[in-house]
């Protein structure tokens, strides 16, 4: 008799195996833990222990909650030394993690969502808080990557190629984003911003300067176009 595993798995191998990742992963609560995980071993198998990977880029210094989902997700670490991931329970993470420099870090809180296309970059750290929306292909990068003088900058090409990067000059604070915030598709958060509780960034904003708390913010550069009301804050 044919199980639902071995319809599953026959078909599975007949497919682009690629462009079964997001039907598969939306299944995750649906299957027993032991089919899920052999149809992710065919589907993606370099992703079954990213978990793992990580934890040996890093040395050990990634710390994973339970029910958290890393499918899509990947690490690039250039001075993996000092430098630190953490993220809470049950979050859905699919983005492109970049520690740029010795001892940079990343929190992620629980129940937290951040979409495929997304980069978080960072050279000091980046702290995103609990139950929180992160469309994809956002941008948030603590750093500005360059110096604005060219007397400065003139060598970052050839530094690239050989593996280095001078920090020096280059301007860099860490961004915070609170709990409950919303953050839309193909919005760019730059360094030393900090995004208030239950903020929400329109798609496509660029956020120059700190967000308050329970407000609407949109726009290039992103400005308050409303404060939440008691409804929308789930307080009424």
Not at 2 to 28: A, D, G
Not at 40 to 46: E, F, G, I, K, Y
Not at 47 to 58: A, P
Request: some cysteine; glycine content about 8%.
């Amino acid at each position: 008799m044919w199980t639902t595993e071995r319809i599953v798995t026959n078909y599975l191998r007949k497919q682009q195996k690629v462009s079964l990742l997001p039907w598969l992963s939306k299944l995750h609560r649906r299957l027993p833990v032991r089919v899920y995980n052999r149809l992710m071993r065919l589907v993606n198998p370099s992703k079954v222990n990213v978990g793992k990977e990580w934890q040996r880029i890093l040395n050990g210094n990634v710390f994973v909650g339970p029910e958290t989902h890393l499918v899509g997700a990947q690490l690039h670490a250039h001075e993996p030394a000092g430098c630190f991931i953490s993220i809470g329970a049950a979050s859905n993470i699919a983005c492109t993690i970049v520690l740029e420099r010795r001892s940079s870090s990343i929190r992620i809180g629980s129940r937290t969502h951040i979409g495929g296309g997304t980069l978080l970059d960072a050279a000091c750290s980046i702290d995103i808080g609990d139950d929180v929306l992160i469309a994809f292909e956002v941008l948030m990068l603590d750093h500005d990557s360059h110096s604005l003088l060219f007397s400065e900058r003139r060598n970052d090409v050839r530094d690239w190629i050989i593996g280095k990067k001078d920090w020096t000059h280059v301007k860099a604070a860490p961004i915070h984003i609170a709990d409950k915030a919303w953050v839309g598709a193909r919005a760019i958060i730059l360094e030393g911003i900090r995004i208030g509780e239950g903020a929400v960034v329109a798609a496509g904003s660029v956020v120059t300067k700190d967000v308050p708390a329970w407000t609407v913010v949109g726009g290039n550069p992103a400005r308050v176009i409303r404060t939440l009301t008691n409804v929308e804050r789930g307080v009424a």
